[in-house]
């Protein structure tokens, strides 16, 4: 496949941050050394894919990864984490005041780089991204252990914590060329919304050991007191009784004793069925998008169709 | 350590979907929405909207409907008695069937005259086929508006989940109403002698307020009128109106007898949209909770409880005094403990604790109804007056 040219992206310098602010400077270099930098890789080919310049690209990729660092700086705190990326999480190496001030600094350098850049109306949907982004975090929050949360409730968390960050990546190289066509956006927005569904449901596979390529320990939500999304799938239909069980589970063969072997196999079964009739759907959005690229946009939708496989599938 | 149950991908499944433009296809879109599409019947297939987590979408009316056409055979549908069951919603006429039988039993306890049986029979058969196509209607124009694309909203989304077509829905929300029409003539033209101009003018506004309520063309009902029109319409005038119907007459008390029933129906609805106060929310709608916020909802529903015992008290008091109705009473006051204890115990806009509110206000509607049922039974029972019924 021809790949995009793509610069090499520059996310975090240390000479782009005050030098009278030691600590800070630690910090960051902590947090970006380790991240795999997809949300960033993402929009940059987006980006180069619709014809953005070089400048471009690295605003927005830059854009991207420190909106999601702070994110995860303050998310770490809020979740009382102390590994990230299996190292000490930034608010037990320093403090959670310096976490929480070292996350407002990228927010808000974020608006600064944006606003440099001139376009308006990347600057107030990037601002909108971020509000997604806390309200999800907030709705998150209010809902470890609560019991009784359902799916679609869980759906709408996601669309504004993880889904909001894929939309954006989709979304932003066009506002940043000034293509704001409401029905382009349209499309984008809906392949987001699945992406990040896909991207988290995925996600919560892996806290019962479901194509845990990564070795992501196992049961952290469950034990949290956060019912994710397959927990809530699973627990569909099942006795109060028996979910209490499960719930108190200390092992993942003990959670399976608990609903029963052939019951979770079944939902995981069932579980994959419902996402890959979004997957099913993702592509026909896809197939929407290729009307409002031009021929020489046309990888773009080549890129993106791989990504489906990448995010539920976990494949590489 | 990797699982037994890392999978195996499963089969494709057989799932279309098609985006139309309502700017640029209007009429193809309308069939879909509608079920009656020629390329849908020819392949015996029905058009799923897809949902949406954009609640935005419900207010900007959005232009582009993506669709998952699939096969009826494909959709593994209930039998149609219980697909009918959902789409008709029977919890649901507690609301109607407790203040008509209810105002039977008292008219029957009360009223000097004999109650022809032919009216009574005629009041709430009309009142059900009105409460059913109200239902009927709703969910009909919810789907075409697309207010069924996201989950928590559309009722039991009978349509969304390809239960039945649009145009089915709509062919039977409009006999319903027929049938509505009919019993509610026929009480006209039995009670010509007694229909004044004010009386008149009550009926079209209530129609015109039932209507509005189903069809939701100004969308009244999510501006906070949709409760009000609630109190007043299985209220006071459902009573009010059977005693006219049956009597020719309405005696305040009649009025008075509406009001628990009323304020039932308040609880209930205000229930149902303080569960969606979230989504309410973010899809700019103005009912009460969204527009009062989440706190001023919890007092909302204390004032709504207080306001129903008070009710009932009034009733007791001034319009219906006999010892019976002291059951009523107790059957309220027991189940509304609870509720307002787990509406109490809701910690956020999103909490679960919130799901499945509005099915508990109808379980203790049920209660209610029930216990005045019994009241009704036990008096009339006691008397002679049940042989009058039947004169």
């Known amino acids: 496949m021809h790949e995009p040219k793509l610069p090499s992206l520059k996310i975090y310098s240390a000479q782009d941050f005050p030098a009278y602010l030691p600590k800070l400077n630690q910090l960051f270099d902590d947090l970006f050394r380790d991240g795999k930098g997809f949300r960033s890789k993402l929009v940059a080919r987006v980006a180069a894919r619709v014809g953005a310049d070089d400048r471009c690209i690295q605003l927005l990729a830059q854009t991207i990864e420190f909106i999601h660092n702070a994110s995860l700086l303050h998310d770490d705190l809020i979740d009382r984490s102390v590994l990230r990326r299996g190292k000490p999480a930034a608010w037990t190496k320093y403090t959670p005041e310096y976490a929480v001030l070292a996350g407002d600094y990228l927010l808000a350098r974020v608006m600064v780089n944006l606003s440099g850049y001139g376009n308006v109306r990347l600057i107030q949907y990037t601002a909108e991204m971020i509000s997604d982004l806390l309200e999800g975090e907030?709705?998150?929050?209010?809902?470890?252990?609560?019991?009784?949360?359902?799916?679609?409730?869980?759906?709408?968390?996601?669309?504004?914590?993880?889904?909001?960050?894929?939309?954006?990546?989709?979304?932003?190289?066009?506002?940043?060329?000034k293509r704001d066509d409401p029905h382009l956006h349209e499309v984008l927005e809906n392949c987001g919304i699945i992406l990040?569904?896909?991207?988290?449901?995925?996600?919560?596979?892996?806290?019962?050991?479901?194509?845990?390529?990564?070795?992501?320990?196992?049961?952290?939500?469950?034990?949290?007191?956060?019912?994710?999304?397959?927990?809530?799938?699973?627990?569909?239909?099942?006795?109060?009784?028996?979910?209490?069980?499960?719930?108190?589970?200390?092992?993942?063969?003990?959670?399976?004793?608990?609903?029963?072997?052939?019951?979770?196999?079944?939902?995981?079964?069932a579980f994959d069925a419902m996402n890959l009739k979004q997957i099913e759907l993702y592509a026909h959005n896809l197939q929407r998008l290729r009307s409002h690229l031009a021929a020489s946009e046309q990888m773009l939708i080549e890129d993106l169709s791989r990504l489906s496989e990448i995010l539920y599938w976990r494949k590489a | 350590m990797k699982s037994e149950t890392d999978a195996v991908r499963p089969q494709q499944?057989?799932?279309?979907?098609?985006?139309?433009?309502?700017d640029q296809e209007a009429a193809r879109l309308r069939g879909f929405l509608?079920?009656?599409?020629?390329?849908?019947?020819?392949?015996?297939?029905?058009?799923?909207?897809?949902?949406?987590?954009?609640?935005?979408?419900?207010?900007?009316?959005?232009?582009?409907?993506?669709?998952?056409?699939?096969?009826?055979?494909?959709?593994?549908?209930?039998?149609?008695?219980?697909?009918?069951?959902?789409?008709?919603?029977?919890?649901?006429?507690?609301?109607?069937?407790?203040?008509?039988?209810?105002?039977?039993?008292?008219?029957?306890?009360?009223?000097?005259?004999?109650?022809?049986?032919?009216?009574?029979?005629?009041?709430?058969?009309?009142?059900?086929?009105?409460?059913?196509?109200?239902?009927?209607?709703g969910d009909y124009h919810d789907h075409m508006r697309g207010w069924d694309r996201v989950p928590e909203r559309g009722a039991d989304r009978v349509l969304?989940?390809?239960?039945?077509?649009?145009?089915?829905?709509?062919?039977?929300?409009?006999?319903?109403?027929?049938?509505?029409?009919?019993?509610?003539?026929?009480?006209?033209?039995?009670?010509?002698?007694?229909?004044?101009?004010?009386?008149?003018?009550?009926?079209?506004?209530?129609?015109?307020?039932?209507?509005?309520?189903?069809?939701?063309?100004?969308?009244?009902?999510?501006?906070?009128?949709?409760?009000?029109?609630?109190?007043?319409?299985?209220?006071?005038?459902?009573?009010?109106?059977?005693?006219?119907?049956l009597t020719g007459s309405i005696p305040w008390s009649a009025w008075v007898m509406g009001l628990p029933f009323g304020t039932m129906a308040l609880l209930i609805l205000h229930l149902r949209?303080?569960?969606?106060?979230?989504?309410?929310?973010?899809?700019?709608?103005?009912?009460?909770?969204?527009?009062?916020?989440?706190?001023?909802?919890?007092?909302?529903?204390?004032?709504?409880?207080?306001?129903?015992m008070a009710s009932l008290a009034a009733l007791l008091v001034f319009?219906?005094?006999?010892?019976?109705?002291?059951?009523?009473?107790?059957?309220?006051?027991?189940?509304?403990?609870?509720?307002?204890?787990?509406?109490?115990?809701?910690?956020?806009?999103?909490?679960g604790e919130l799901h499945g509110l509005s099915q508990r206000g109808l379980r203790l509607a049920w209660a209610m109804a029930l216990s005045f049922w019994v009241s009704d039974v036990i008096r009339l029972w006691g008397s002679a007056v049940l042989a009058r019924i039947f004169s």
């Open chain 2, 273 to 308: 949209n303080f569960e969606r106060i979230m989504i309410d929310s973010q899809a700019g709608l103005g009912t009460w909770p969204a527009r009062a916020g989440f706190e001023a909802s919890k007092k909302f529903t204390w004032f709504c409880a207080i306001a129903l």
């Open chain 2, 13 to 22: 499944t057989s799932a279309r979907f098609v985006t139309l433009r309502q």
């Open chain 1, 196 to 269: 990040g569904l896909l991207f988290q449901r995925s996600d919560d596979l892996l806290d019962f050991d479901v194509r845990n390529h990564e070795g992501k320990a196992v049961l952290g939500d469950l034990k949290s007191g956060y019912m994710n999304s397959f927990t809530v799938f699973v627990f569909e239909g099942l006795d109060e009784g028996v979910k209490s069980r499960a719930r108190a589970a200390q092992s993942l063969g003990e959670f399976k004793r608990a609903v029963g072997e052939s019951h979770f196999d079944e939902r995981l079964a």
């Open chain 2, 319 to 351: 319009a219906d005094p006999s010892p019976e109705r002291f059951l009523p009473v107790l059957a309220t006051s027991l189940g509304l403990g609870p509720l307002v204890g787990v509406v109490r115990s809701v910690r956020s806009p999103s909490g």
């Open chain 1, 138 to 177: 907030w709705i998150q929050d209010s809902l470890v252990g609560d019991h009784a949360v359902t799916a679609a409730q869980l759906d709408r968390v996601h669309n504004l914590k993880t889904g909001s960050l894929f939309k954006w990546c989709l979304r932003s190289p066009f506002h940043a060329l």
């Open chain 2, 160 to 245: 969304a989940r390809g239960d039945f077509r649009g145009f089915e829905i709509l062919r039977a929300a409009w006999a319903s109403a027929g049938l509505a029409a009919l019993c509610g003539a026929l009480l006209l033209v039995a009670n010509f002698a007694h229909i004044t101009w004010k009386a008149a003018l009550l009926l079209v506004m209530v129609l015109a307020v039932v209507l509005e309520f189903g069809i939701n063309r100004w969308g009244l009902k999510y501006r906070g009128l949709g409760e009000l029109a609630a109190w007043f319409f299985f209220g006071p005038w459902l009573t009010g109106g059977l005693s006219w119907a």
């Open chain 2, 34 to 137: 509608r079920g009656d599409a020629q390329e849908l019947l020819e392949r015996d297939a029905v058009a799923k909207p897809v949902t949406t987590l954009q609640a935005g979408a419900l207010r900007a009316q959005t232009a582009e409907w993506t669709f998952e056409i699939v096969q009826l055979a494909e959709l593994r549908r209930d039998p149609w008695w219980r697909r009918a069951l959902r789409a008709l919603r029977p919890e649901t006429w507690v609301l109607s069937l407790a203040p008509v039988l209810s105002t039977l039993g008292w008219l029957a306890a009360t009223s000097a005259e004999p109650l022809s049986a032919w009216r009574a029979l005629a009041a709430v058969i009309g009142v059900i086929a009105l409460h059913a196509a109200m239902n009927l209607f």
